[in-house]
């Protein structure tokens, strides 16, 4: 069992950053593909970075990349999400997620942070 706690979200100015936290619990963090998500009202979630336990292999979709940053700190169980030029369209709910590399789908997620970018 993982459980997976989200914070930093809050508002910002177009073109501002945040880094969002998502602490970990459980002694096999080290073991788990973490990605985050986000989904704005009416639309469907979407994953926005995803990182493997090396560190060394990351995800991004091309609306996000090169402004988001995913990381990860195993001593502290916390992987991170630096997001930098944000747009007002990245307004959404961003959740951290958690899944061993044999499984196909995410099991463990976060409750989620809210992160309003205003024009």
């Known amino acids: 069992q993982v459980q997976l706690v989200e914070s930093g979200g809050g508002l910002v100015q177009a073109g501002g950053s945040l880094r969002l936290s998502c602490a970990a619990s459980g002694r096999t963090f080290k073991n788990y593909i973490m990605g985050w998500f986000r989904q704005a009202p009416g639309k469907e979630r979407e994953s926005v970075?995803?990182?493997?336990?090396?560190?060394?292999t990351t995800?991004?979709?091309?609306?996000?990349?090169?402004?988001?940053?995913?990381?990860?700190?195993?001593?502290?169980?916390?992987?991170y999400l630096q997001m930098d030029s944000l747009k007002p369209e990245d307004t959404a709910v961003y959740y951290c997620a958690a899944r061993t590399d044999?499984?196909?789908?995410?099991?463990?997620?976060?409750?989620?942070?809210?992160?309003?970018?205003?024009?």
């Open 49 to 56: 970075a995803a990182l493997r336990p090396s560190g060394l």
């Open 59 to 79: 995800y991004y979709p091309d609306s996000v990349k090169g402004r988001f940053t995913i990381s990860r700190d195993n001593a502290k169980n916390t992987v």
């Open 102 to 119: 044999s499984s196909r789908t995410y099991d463990y997620w976060g409750q989620g942070t809210q992160v309003t970018v205003s024009s």
